[in-house]
């Protein structure tokens, strides 16, 4: 692990209150610890912040939306009255290197002390150059890859004159339902921990806090504090109640690596938590994150959260929700207006302290100073920079090699996967995703220009352009519309069957169907949760009609969420999660699909049978009365009309080879306090392709003072192996691996048995290991 010359103290995480509350128990809530803890810097924080007016200092906190200035005058609406008075600390949604010049040139030219302003985007997938979706990205299980994809999306955006990153999303999710799922990394806390890491590091792509100074790299945020993954029934901004422990052992790791690996800044979540806003949430900003964790950077609030806390009921209006906010820690207000509104009636009142006020504009003041805003305001806004750095080819070719590796083979029955370029075969190319362009991309594509991706159709004739394949196509069904003031799918706009037929013919005249189907890119993301996770419209019931010709179907999906497969995974031949794969995704799909690559991704998200099996996910905790497949019917937990189990697993992923597991080790059946124990598998590629396998290692601890989950991600590695070759994965486990909450909520491991798995997935077991841990 790398270390970070940064001043954040890495607190062990011992003991969290057992309350989840608003109770003040934070320490010097007004004295500034600053992140980089660089005495240099913070005299020159002092020295800003002593000339500052209060008005002033306020103007920092608050954060607009979009442009305040045309054509290079400060335009007549409210945010240009703020600006001509310096009161925009900060303003996202603007991109450019050219025009964020003309915006910062107007703060400059009007605001007093010439404050540089910090503009700051949503870059969650790529810039321009659109990535997968992030959901797909942590299916490689290759924290590199993910690091070097956020790194080029820094790269971009930075020269297009963003310096903050509002990602990564870092949210643990387990409830397909929630259209967020598609931004973060799914549902295991251990692998979100890494990948939080992973995105951290390519984000801000810095070795020490003095690398801010440099031209590309750029401040990282993480979101949403806390719990937004866990919304009651997967309704998007619902109300989240959980434990304090499920808080820390699920919820929280992702946001503590984040801190571990020097991330600047935090946004808080819309969501209450435990009937506590987050965004006016002391425990949480206060306790956890400042005093516990030694967080030095910024809190930013969500869009609107802060006046959102007068519809949860929190806060009487908005003047009491921005004295709530401030007293949680929070430093910065995204589009409330708040903070401009009250503070300064506030103070006057003696309800919030200017000293409050002093710690938050000095952790903003904090990372101007860093990213050396001071020294030049446009280091962001190089238009040559731009030019030659949005969407270069190699950007390009890394999204085509992300993409490839982010494509999970569900199901490849009688291996009618690949589709070699050697074998004539006449393709019928069926369903809604064969053209279209536009949802490639997925939600979230912030400035990518969805007319620049690659389709499937291109991409297929292009791999297979002097090839014994040939490709008919037929559209056969549309995507429905979701109409959203009926919240229903538009009856107006309901695709009908009147294709249906034309698809049948060709499918009839072919040897194999290849079916591409799926969610129009906004059925996932913000605001976009589903109550049914089937595939949208008819095409489930044009899949049905295509059965009926007896011909092979390979189906390809362009999707954000874990569907309901259930009918297709029995029905059809081959099943391909191409999810949304970013700007090259016809070139990366049909790579995968013609064996050119060799698909090695897996599931971080379990895939349902159905969504009345949600919440799911593997590592939950046993019951007093377990399922018996032997005694199905004996008052078990279970359910009447479906398996326990779902249809596709965490950890799950075909490959076009195959992989054996042999062998298992482990170095001794004792662990002490201190000592390290090696297991250990061969692995095998047994079958005709090479490949590339992720090996797991899960852990279950058998007895606990608190009930364990079944077992637990605690390793993993991808390797990669040429056909017939053999290697050996070794894991080491010591006493941290083995560490939980325990009853008084302390992070201790406790000694007993303990059983281990070196897995294909979060469902194999047949590679099994036994130790205890002694005193
Ligand atoms: C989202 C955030 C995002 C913000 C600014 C909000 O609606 O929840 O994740 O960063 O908008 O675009």
């Known amino acids: 692990m790398r270390k970070m010359k940064l001043s954040i103290v890495v607190l062990s995480l011992i003991s969290p209150l057992v309350s989840c509350g608003n109770a003040d128990n934070s320490v010097n809530s007004t004295q500034w610890k600053s ?50 008075k310096g009161m925009i600390g900060s303003t996202f949604n603007t991109f450019g290197a050219d025009h964020i010049r003309m915006l910062q040139e107007q703060n400059l030219k009007y605001s007093r002390l010439k404050i540089p302003m910090l503009f700051a985007a949503d870059v969650i997938h790529g810039l321009e150059t659109t990535f997968p979706i992030p959901l797909a990205e942590a299916c490689s299980w290759d924290l590199e890859l993910m690091e070097q994809s956020a790194r080029i999306a820094a790269e971009e955006a930075t020269a297009s004159g963003i310096a903050w990153n509002f990602a990564p999303m870092i949210d643990i999710a387990r409830d397909p339902r929630w259209g967020r799922v598609m931004e973060g990394a799914g549902e295991d806390p251990y692998l979100g921990s890494l990948v939080a890491r992973a995105r951290v590091r390519g984000f801000q792509g810095i070795e020490t806090y003095k690398d801010f100074s440099k031209i590309n790299t750029m401040m990282a945020t993480s979101k949403h504090f806390v719990g937004y993954g866990a919304v009651q029934a997967g309704r998007d901004y619902h109300s989240v109640d959980m434990s304090v422990r499920t808080l820390h052992e699920t919820y929280l790791p992702p946001f503590k690596a984040a801190v571990d690996e020097g991330v600047t800044a935090f946004m808080t979540a ?28 910024m809190v930013v609030t969500d869009y609107t959260a802060i006046q959102e806390m007068v519809a949860h009921g929190f806060a009487r209006d908005l003047k009491h929700a921005t004295e709530l906010a401030i007293d949680a820690g929070i430093d910065m207000d995204m589009i409330s207006e708040g903070f401009v509104t009250y503070l300064k009636e506030l103070v006057e009142e003696g309800k919030v302290s200017e000293k409050q006020i002093d710690v938050a504009v000095s952790r903003i ?39 490839q590796r982010s494509i999970v083979l569900l199901e490849n029955k009688n291996n009618v996967l690949p589709l070699k370029k050697n074998e004539p075969k006449r393709v019928a190319l069926i369903g809604p995703f064969v053209k279209e362009r536009e949802s490639l991309t997925g939600e979230w594509a912030i400035k990518g220009d969805p007319d620049k991706s690659v389709t499937l159709m291109e991409g297929l004739e292009e791999k297979y352009k002097d090839s014994q394949v040939k490709f008919s196509y037929a559209k056969g069904t549309s995507l429905p519309v979701i109409d959203r003031t009926t919240q229903k799918v538009s009856t107006t706009r309901v695709p009908d069957r009147s294709g249906f037929s034309e698809a049948i013919n060709l499918a009839r005249t072919s040897d194999v169907i290849l079916v591409a189907m799926g969610e129009k890119f906004h059925w996932s993301g913000e605001a976009a949760s589903r109550t049914d996770i089937t595939l949208p419209g008819n095409q489930r019931e044009l899949l049905k009609e295509l059965k009926k010709t007896g011909k092979p ?53 379990t895939f349902p049978r159905n969504v009345g099996q949600i919440p799911i ?95 637990e991600l605690k390793g993993f590695k991808k390797i990669h192996l040429k056909k017939g070759e053999t290697k050996t994965v070794e894991f080491t486990i010591d006493e941290e691996r083995l560490k939980m909450y325990n009853l008084d909520m302390e992070w201790v491991a406790e000694p007993g048995e303990f059983e281990a798995w070196i897995a294909s997935s979060s469902a194999d077991e047949s590679n099994h290991l036994e130790f205890s841990l002694v005193e």
């Open 270 to 297: 819309f969501n209450d938590l435990n009937g506590v806003p987050c965004t006016g949430n002391k425990y949480l900003f206060k306790e956890i994150l400042r005093d516990r964790w030694g967080f030095g950077g």
């Open 365 to 403: 003041l904090e990372m101007k100073f860093l990213l050396g805003l001071f020294d030049d305001p446009f280091k962001y806004c190089n238009a040559e920079r731009q030019k030659e750095v949005v969407m270069n080819p190699e950007h390009l070719k890394a999204a085509r090699e992300v993409a």
């Open 553 to 605: 179907i390979i189906l390809v999906l362009f999707n954000g969420r874990p569907l309901d497969l259930s009918w297709e995974a029995e029905n059809v031949d081959a099943i391909v999660e191409a999810w949304y794969p970013g700007i090259m995704a016809g070139h990366a799909v049909a790579d995968v699909l013609s064996g050119d690559y060799n698909p090695s991704a897996k599931l971080v998200m």
């Open 35 to 84: 992140y980089s803890g660089d005495p240099v810097i913070e005299r020159k924080v002092d020295s800003v912040l002593n000339l500052m007016t209060l008005e002033e200092k306020i103007g920092q906190m608050n954060q607009y939306s979009g442009n305040f200035a045309v054509t290079g005058e400060v335009a007549e609406t409210k945010a240009g009255e703020y600006l001509k």
């Open 617 to 711: 996910f593997y590592n939950v905790k046993n019951t007093g009365r377990p399922f018996d497949e032997d005694n199905p019917a004996d008052y078990r937990s279970s359910y009447i009309d479906c398996p326990n189990s779902p249809l596709y697993p965490f950890g799950y992923g075909l490959s076009y080879t195959s992989f054996e597991y042999d062998n298992a080790k482990i170095s001794s059946k004792k662990l002490e306090r201190g000592g390290i124990l090696t297991v250990s598998v061969d692995v095998t590629n047994t079958g005709t392709m090479d490949g590339e396998e992720v090996v797991q290692l899960y852990i279950h601890d058998k007895v606990g003072s608190v009930v364990r989950p079944v077992k």
